[in-house]
């Protein structure tokens, strides 16, 4: 069967990338069952999934020769199964529907949620790369969303991501964790064509690096609600786009997958289509070790750090981390 519009993630390399991209996958369907968009996960292993999932579809890739890191991304205008078709990183678990999101994207050939600088510093001096690009401005926003619309040109936007990744260091990009960042490399090649980010009030996409606060979260109830707490909170951020935020998809950037509400709401989702009684109540029993854990550690998190400082980033089962001293800004 022929789909105009889809979902999709890239599960490749770590088993923890394919648990995550089965997560999500439980989740978009929760939301997404009684429409006609499909879920796919794109993989290097063969992937027994779910029974109960009734829309998610595996294709193994695993005969193809892959570029590492976050390289991968440049080519998710091939992967994309659809016309149109929105890609999102396996980190991440819809709380709603996915239909807003290709109404937030229609008319684009490839689109992001975020906002644009002109100066400042993102993964480099931003005046200095813009001069040497020829742009007028770099796109400020994560990659863990983008939208892919094959008719309306996304092959020439990724095209010229792709024609730049070798430039990468020479335009003067700052690698992220040792590897060239898609961020920079797609942003670019959208501003070169005067394609500016879809304003993202916090109604379709969240993440903790800008709204770090989490209000409240069900993930069965379809309750999201994230924030941006005021200054002089020590994780407010200066440069955000809204104050809360109440998204469809929740980007559980980094060590935050290994965290309690990560772990409830994957729980919780895996006894709902188990049809286990009262998923929600069993999921807050078999993640209460890790509500303690959280709790120990909120409380003296301020005086760890006070004695023997912030912690440098560690190798974890989920994200790589490749020895380079040429990287900046935290990303999944």
């Not at 890191?69 to 149109?84: C, M, Q, R, T």
């Not at 064509?193 to 770090?212: K, L, S």
């Not at 919780?268 to 069993?282: M, Y």
């Given at each position: 069967m022929s789909y105009k519009k889809s979902v999709f993630t890239i599960a490749t390399g770590l088993p923890a990338f394919r648990e995550m991209a089965i997560n999500l996958a439980l989740s978009f369907e929760y939301f997404n069952g009684d429409n006609d968009i499909p879920f796919y996960?794109?993989?290097?292993?063969?992937?027994?999934?779910?029974?109960?999932?009734?829309?998610?579809?595996?294709?193994?890739?695993?005969?193809?020769?892959?570029?590492?890191?976050?390289?991968?991304?440049?080519?998710?205008?091939?992967?994309?199964?659809?016309?149109?078709?929105?890609?999102?990183?396996?980190?991440?678990?819809?709380?709603?529907?996915?239909d807003p999101l290709f109404e937030a994207f229609d008319g684009l050939p490839v689109g992001i949620f975020g906002v644009t600088m002109t100066s400042g510093e993102r993964f480099g001096d931003v005046e200095s790369y813009l001069r040497v690009?020829?742009?007028?401005?770099?796109?400020?926003?994560?990659?863990?969303?983008?939208?892919?619309?094959?008719?309306?040109?996304?092959?020439?936007?990724?095209?010229?991501?792709?024609?730049?990744?070798?430039?990468?260091?020479?335009?003067?990009?700052?690698?992220?964790?040792?590897?060239?960042?898609?961020?920079?490399?797609?942003?670019?090649?959208?501003?070169?064509?005067?394609?500016?980010?879809?304003?993202?009030?916090?109604?379709?996409?969240?993440?903790?690096?800008?709204?770090?606060?989490?209000?409240?979260?069900?993930?069965?109830?379809?309750?999201?609600h994230m924030m941006n707490p005021p200054y002089p909170d020590s994780r407010h951020q200066d440069y955000f786009p809204a104050s809360d935020a109440t998204p469809i998809v929740v980007h559980f950037l980094g060590h935050h997958v290994e965290g309690l509400l990560y772990k409830r709401s994957s729980v919780?989702?895996?006894?709902?289509?188990?049809?286990?009684?009262?998923?929600?109540?069993?999921a807050v029993i078999l993640t209460s070790h890790l509500c303690a854990f959280e709790l120990f550690k909120n409380m003296f998190r301020g005086i760890y750090h006070a004695i023997f400082g912030a912690r440098p980033i560690q190798k974890t089962k989920n994200r790589f981390i490749l020895d380079n001293t040429n990287s900046s800004q935290p990303k999944n």
């Open positions: 996960i794109i993989t290097d292993y063969p992937l027994i999934i779910n029974n109960a999932l009734k829309k998610t579809y595996v294709v193994n890739i695993s005969g193809f020769s892959l570029p590492r890191g976050f390289s991968i991304k440049l080519l998710i205008d091939n992967f994309a199964p659809s016309d149109k078709s929105i890609f999102v990183d396996a980190d991440c678990l819809f709380t709603g529907p996915a690009l020829s742009i007028e401005f770099m796109p400020n926003f994560n990659g863990g969303i983008y939208y892919v619309d094959k008719n309306a040109g996304a092959k020439k936007i990724f095209d010229e991501a792709r024609k730049l990744e070798p430039l990468y260091d020479q335009v003067g990009f700052v690698r992220l964790r040792g590897q060239p960042n898609d961020e920079m490399l797609i942003g670019a090649a959208l501003a070169k064509q005067q394609i500016n980010p879809v304003e993202n009030t916090g109604r379709y996409y969240a993440d903790f690096q800008w709204w770090p606060q989490v209000i409240k979260l069900d993930i069965l109830k379809g309750i999201c919780a989702l895996r006894l709902w289509f188990a049809r286990i009684p009262a998923p929600s109540l069993f």
